[in-house]
């Protein structure tokens, strides 16, 4: 699962943050997950106990997702639509020449303290 190693960098980012700025408890960590990135949320939220192990400044955190929804602009119709709802293709026109706008992102959002 590739989502074990993301979700260990969010982790070292979100501690190392922490520490920068004198800040001794993460209370949440809030990540935002793109419907095409690739990454599924339910495996963070069961591996995120497992990377914050033996990590004293995230004892008792929680771990919130933030689904980014994966929309596409046809470029042949103009039309804008969810690409996994439509199965990439353009429920106008068919088409699946697009332009990817949202979607695809993993950022870490917000570290609570």
Known sequence: MHEISVLQKA?????NTARENGIEKITYLTLE???????????FY????????????FEGSELHIITVAGEALCKDCEAMYN????EGACPKCGSRNKTILSGQEFLLKEIGY
Request: no cysteine.
């Open 83 to 86: 690409v996994a709802r439509n």
């Open 33 to 43: 997950v793109g419907e095409l990135s690739g990454y599924l949320p339910v495996f």
């Open 11 to 15: 982790v070292d980012l979100a501690e």
């Open 46 to 57: 069961k591996y995120y106990p497992i990377v914050i192990e033996k990590r004293p400044i």
